[in-house]
């Protein structure tokens, strides 16, 4: 099975910065997009960015030009590094990760979340 660890939360104030970590293990693929979505209470679940395995990124509107999310060494770990927060960022974050070849193509593995809360 995959296992999806995040980390990396905590309270932060208005204009500062935190950075995320996640690591996915288990029997997940090499060939997988990673990404980060959030959810704040009374809300949707929304996504915020993915990176591919080669490392193509997409961000959300809100998050461009302030989030950025990189694979580090190892491949199956990424960070979620988010400057400039706003009150408007709390939310749990959570971390994705979907195989692009095997049998569990297209599955999405969720971690438990880690809370970001920014106060003004």
């Known amino acids: 099975q995959v296992q999806v660890v995040e980390s990396g939360g905590g309270v932060v104030q208005a204009g500062g910065s935190l950075r995320l970590s996640c690591t996915a293990s288990?029997?997940?693929?090499?060939?997988?997009?990673m990404g980060w979505y959030r959810q704040a209470p009374g809300n949707e679940r929304e996504w915020v960015a993915h990176?591919?395995?080669?490392?193509?990124?997409n961000y959300a509107e809100f998050a461009k030009g302030r989030f950025t999310i990189v694979r580090d060494n190892a491949w199956n770990t990424v960070h979620l590094q988010m400057d400039s927060l706003k009150p408007e960022d709390s939310a749990i974050y959570y971390c994705?990760?979907?195989?692009?070849?095997?049998?569990?193509?297209?599955?999405?593995?969720w971690g438990q979340g880690t809370q970001v809360t920014v106060s003004s």
């Open positions: 990176i591919s395995s080669v490392g193509v990124t």
């Open positions: 994705n990760t979907k195989p692009l070849s095997g049998p569990d193509y297209l599955h999405d593995y």
């Open positions: 288990g029997s997940i693929v090499r060939n997988n997009i």
